[in-house]
C-alpha cells in the first residue's frame, strides 16, 4: 500500500487483497482492490459554515460545486397530484440544503428542458435570498407535457460545463417512461455527458422503467433507487444532496498499468454497488488504462480486477498488475497519483496455496453473482419462465444468506417464499407488489462489504 496526498485534496490509500499464488500453468491472477479516502476538509455531508464559492480547492475549504436538480414535470406527474406536490417540496428540502456558495439550478423537465430558475442558461450561488428564490420559483411548477430525458441531461450539461468549480453533479427524479424520444437518443445523451458531470436518478412511484434509470445512474457513476411512496422524496432528497455536498474532489480514475504478455479480464467495482468498468477504459500510455471513479468525499469502495498473465515455472514470480489512483491535472499540466498498490503472481506447487481462494475475491465474486441471478431471475419471471426464475431467484437467496446481504435477502422474501435459504429453496409467491419487484430489481447491484 502507498499512500500520496497534497493539502488540498483528501489523502487516498489502496489496499490490495489476493491469493497470489498459482499452480504450475494456472495463468487467473484475482485482487479486491480497496480504496479509502479521507481528510482533506471532507465533511461526510456535513454542510459547513461559512464557505465561499472558490474556482480551485482551498484547504480546509469544501470543495466548490455546481448542482442542478432536473424534475420531470411531464403530465403523469399529476396522478396522483400528491406527487407533483411531494417532488415540489422534495426539491425544496435539497436546496435547503445546498451548502452556501454552491452554484445551483432547477431544470423542469418534459418532453422540452426548461431551466426554471435561475433562467437563461445560468446557475446562482446559493444563499437565503437564492434559495428563497427558487422555492418560490418552484410554488409555480405544474404538471403536463412528455417525457424526454436526454433534453433533461443536455441542458444540465451546458449549465454545470460552464461553472468553474470542483465538483459538478446532477440529481434526476422522473415518474415515468422515457416516451418521447428514442432509446438512441438517451444513451447519445448519456455518452456525450459521461466524465463531464455525475448525476444521482431517482423514479418515484412504479411506472417508471427501472433499467432506463439505472442505466442513467450507471452512465453517470451516479446512485440509482426507487422511492415507491412519493411521501418519501423529501428525506431521499435531502440525503442526497448531502451526500453531494460531502464530495471533495472528481473526476479521480483507476489506472491499471499491467506488463507485456498480460491480459485485462475485467474491472469492476463490487462495493458498494456492481459496476462493470470493463468497456469503460480510456488509454493512458504504454499498456496503461483509465477507468472512471467519479467524485469522491469520505469513503471507500471495493473494486475486483481480473488479469491473465503467461503461464510460468514453479518459483517464478512476476508483478501482475499496479493498480494507481490518478487526479488529472485541470489545467493539462501532468496528472498526479493519489496512491497505488500492487497485484503479484507467483507459482508454486504447494498445492493448499495455489488452491485456497481469497476471503474477499470469494465474497465479492458472489456478490456479483447475486446481482447477476436476481436480474435474470426477474426477467425469466416477466417472460413467463416460472421454472427458470424459481431457480435463479433460488440461488440469489442462497447468495444473500450466505453472505449476510440482510438487505437484499429481505427484499428476495417479497418475491419468493424461502423454503431453506441454506439450500436455495424457494417458492415464487403467486401476487407480488409491482412496488416490491421494482424495489428488489433497482436495489440489486447493492452489496455488503466483506466480513473482517
Known amino acids: 500500500m502507498a499512500n500520496f496526498s497534497k493539502s488540498n485534496v483528501?489523502?487516498?490509500?489502496?489496499?490490495?487483497?489476493?491469493?497470489?499464488?498459482?499452480?504450475?500453468?494456472?495463468?487467473?491472477?484475482?485482487?479486491?482492490?480497496?480504496?479509502?479516502?479521507?481528510?482533506?476538509?471532507?465533511?461526510?455531508?456535513?454542510?459547513?459554515?461559512?464557505?465561499?464559492?472558490?474556482?480551485?480547492?482551498?484547504?480546509?475549504?469544501?470543495?466548490?460545486a455546481a448542482v442542478v436538480i432536473m424534475v420531470d414535470c411531464s403530465g403523469s406527474m399529476d396522478y396522483p397530484p400528491t406527487k407533483m406536490r411531494n417532488a415540489r417540496d422534495a426539491t425544496a428540502a435539497a436546496v435547503d440544503t445546498l451548502r452556501d456558495g454552491t452554484r445551483f439550478a432547477v431544470v423542469a423537465g418534459t418532453h422540452v428542458a426548461n431551466d426554471i430558475y435561475p433562467g437563461g442558461g445560468r446557475l446562482a450561488i446559493a444563499d437565503p435570498q437564492t434559495k428563497a428564490q427558487a422555492k418560490d420559483a418552484l410554488r409555480r411548477l405544474s404538471a403536463g407535457g412528455g417525457t424526454?430525458?436526454?433534453?433533461?441531461?443536455?441542458?444540465?450539461?451546458?449549465?454545470?460545463?460552464?461553472?468553474?468549480?470542483?465538483?459538478?453533479?446532477?440529481?434526476?427524479?422522473?415518474?415515468?417512461?422515457?416516451?418521447?424520444?428514442?432509446?438512441?437518443?438517451?444513451?447519445?445523451?448519456?455518452?456525450?455527458?459521461?466524465?463531464?458531470?455525475?448525476?444521482?436518478a431517482r423514479g418515484v412511484g412504479t411506472d417508471w422503467e427501472v433499467k432506463e434509470v439505472t442505466a442513467i445512474a450507471s452512465a453517470l457513476l451516479g446512485t440509482a433507487d426507487i422511492v415507491a411512496d412519493p411521501a418519501g422524496l423529501a428525506a431521499d432528497f435531502t440525503q442526497m444532496m448531502e451526500n453531494a455536498m460531502g464530495k471533495e474532489v472528481a473526476d479521480v480514475a483507476l489506472r491499471l498499468w499491467t506488463p507485456v504478455g498480460v491480459?485485462?479480464?475485467?474491472?469492476?467495482?463490487?462495493?458498494?454497488?456492481?459496476?462493470?468498468?470493463?468497456?469503460?477504459?480510456?488509454?493512458?500510455?504504454?499498456?496503461?488504462?483509465?477507468?472512471?471513479?467519479?467524485?469522491?468525499?469520505?469513503?471507500?469502495?471495493?473494486?475486483?480486477?481480473?488479469?491473465?498473465?503467461?503461464?510460468?515455472?514453479?518459483?517464478?514470480e512476476m508483478l501482475a498488475a499496479r493498480v494507481s489512483l490518478i487526479l488529472p491535472d485541470p489545467s493539462g499540466g501532468a496528472p498526479q497519483t493519489l496512491s497505488q498498490g500492487l497485484v503479484r503472481a507467483v507459482w508454486t506447487d504447494d498445492m493448499v496455496a495455489s488452491t485456497s481462494i481469497n476471503p474477499q475475491v470469494a465474497h465479492y465474486t458472489g456478490q456479483a453473482e447475486l446481482a447477476q441471478v436476481i436480474q435474470q431471475g426477474l426477467d425469466a419471471r416477466k417472460s413467463g419462465d416460472f421454472d427458470g426464475a424459481t431457480a435463479?431467484?433460488?440461488?440469489?437467496?442462497?447468495?444473500?444468506?450466505?453472505?449476510?446481504?440482510?438487505?437484499?435477502?429481505?427484499?428476495?422474501?417479497?418475491?419468493?417464499?424461502?423454503?431453506?435459504?441454506?439450500?436455495?429453496?424457494?417458492?415464487?409467491?403467486?401476487?407480488?407488489a409491482e412496488a416490491d419487484e421494482m424495489t428488489l430489481e433497482t436495489r440489486s447491484t447493492k452489496t455488503v462489504r466483506v466480513k473482517k
Do not use: M
Open 148 to 200: 424526454a430525458i436526454g433534453t433533461w441531461l443536455r441542458l444540465t450539461d451546458r449549465l454545470l460545463g460552464a461553472a468553474d468549480v470542483d465538483i459538478r453533479h446532477g440529481i434526476l427524479l422522473t415518474d415515468g417512461r422515457n416516451e418521447h424520444e428514442s432509446p438512441e437518443d438517451l444513451r447519445a445523451a448519456l455518452d456525450s455527458c459521461a466524465g463531464r458531470f455525475t448525476c444521482d
Open 392 to 432: 435463479k431467484l433460488g440461488r440469489a437467496v442462497q447468495l444473500a444468506s450466505a453472505s449476510g446481504n440482510e438487505d437484499t435477502a429481505k427484499l428476495l422474501s417479497k418475491v419468493v417464499d424461502v423454503v431453506d435459504a441454506a439450500t436455495g429453496t424457494v417458492r415464487l409467491k403467486a401476487k407480488v
Open 263 to 316: 491480459e485485462i479480464k475485467f474491472v469492476k467495482q463490487v462495493a458498494p454497488t456492481v459496476a462493470d468498468l470493463t468497456g469503460r477504459r480510456t488509454e493512458a500510455g504504454p499498456r496503461a488504462g483509465d477507468y472512471p471513479t467519479g467524485s469522491w468525499g469520505d469513503e471507500s469502495r471495493d473494486y475486483h480486477v481480473c488479469v491473465l498473465v503467461p503461464e510460468a515455472g514453479i518459483g517464478q
Open 10 to 64: 483528501p489523502q487516498f490509500s489502496v489496499e490490495v487483497y489476493q491469493n497470489e499464488y498459482l499452480p504450475e500453468g494456472g495463468r487467473e491472477v484475482n485482487g479486491i482492490v480497496t480504496v479509502t479516502s479521507t481528510g482533506g476538509g471532507t465533511t461526510g455531508g456535513v454542510p459547513l459554515t461559512g464557505a465561499s464559492p472558490t474556482p480551485s480547492h482551498v484547504p480546509g475549504q469544501a470543495a466548490s
